[in-house]
């Protein structure tokens, strides 16, 4: 069972990998262009001893053609940072669970900005509600069937849609699943296996997402959140571990393209 509340007492372990040529072999990105423009691909076929990132038994590594995030301790999340900072973007991702608990978490940070400079090399240990400086949205699924977004502005966080049960997630060790992401402007839409989502949004932007038996109390349920807080920053792959540890989450063949509407990076 989910548990609104539990990720603001998650300790967080943060490991940025930004040096594009270490992150794949046929990795590429560009900063604008019309719509359906490819910005930014990796594969992840580099060897495994090409990438190596440790923070306090937390690590991100490439391994037999995938990004490989091992948050380590429980209450934990580990991220990998790629690409230009953006605007507007489509992205998809593939996604597996390779060994752990079912709660989890695997997704992407996006629009993240933090106080240092692209491309050097960053990690971070820093505490669930973000560090000094640190912004970004959250959008992350479970392998127990759960989807939740969230919003971390200068290190204070906030849950914009609480843990939400969908059909559409293939859950167990080994399933896979794909994750879609649509960014234009303050619009954003969000996809798993090509289903659509639909998030609990509370009704005033002070209370928080609310979802008990099947219900958005306190709110509505919306396919296209709306939010005009942060327009734009770069991506990241994320794996969060909940009350236990052996969460290890793989990533591959990350595409971010120009959307079809309102297309505009920076």
């Given at each position: 069972m989910r548990r609104p509340l539990l990720f603001l007492a998650l300790l967080t372990a943060l490991a940025a990998l930004t040096e594009t040529s270490r992150l794949a072999a046929n990795l590429q990105f560009v900063a604008d262009g019309a719509a359906g423009t490819l910005l930014y691909a990796a594969d992840f076929t580099l060897p495994d001893a090409s990438v190596g990132l440790s923070l306090r038994g937390g690590s991100a590594r490439l391994q037999e053609g995938l990004l490989v995030l091992e948050p380590g301790e429980p209450n934990r999340l580990v991220y990998a940072a790629a690409g230009p900072e953006l605007a507007d973007f489509e992205l998809e991702v593939e996604t597996r669970a390779l060994d752990g608990p079912l709660d989890n978490g695997f997704g992407v940070l996006f629009r993240l900005q933090q106080p240092r400079s692209f491309p050097l090399a960053e990690a971070f240990g820093l505490p669930a509600t973000g560090g000094a400086g640190i912004s970004y949205y959250l959008f992350h699924a479970s392998s127990d069937g759960y989807y939740q977004l969230l919003r971390t502005l200068s290190g204070r966080q906030q849950v914009l849609s609480t843990w939400i049960p969908s059909p559409f997630i293939l859950q167990g060790i080994g399933m896979s699943n794909r994750l879609n992401i649509r960014a234009r402007g303050?619009?954003?839409?969000?996809?798993?296996?090509?289903?659509?989502?639909?998030?609990?949004?509370?009704?005033?932007?002070?209370?928080?997402?609310?979802?008990?038996?099947?219900?958005?109390?306190?709110?509505?349920?919306?396919?296209?959140?709306?939010?005009?807080?942060?327009?734009?920053?770069?991506?990241?792959?994320?794996?969060?571990?909940?009350?236990?540890?052996?969460?290890?989450?793989?990533?591959?063949?990350l595409l971010l393209r120009m959307p079809a509407k309102g297309a505009e990076a920076a």
């Open positions: 303050t619009e954003l839409e969000f996809f798993i296996n090509d289903r659509q989502l639909e998030f609990c949004i509370p009704d005033s932007p002070s209370d928080s997402s609310t979802w008990v038996a099947g219900e958005c109390l306190g709110g509505q349920m919306r396919s296209t959140v709306r939010d005009d807080v942060l327009l734009k920053g770069r991506i990241a792959l994320a794996a969060q571990s909940m009350n236990e540890a052996g969460v290890l989450l793989a990533f591959d063949n």
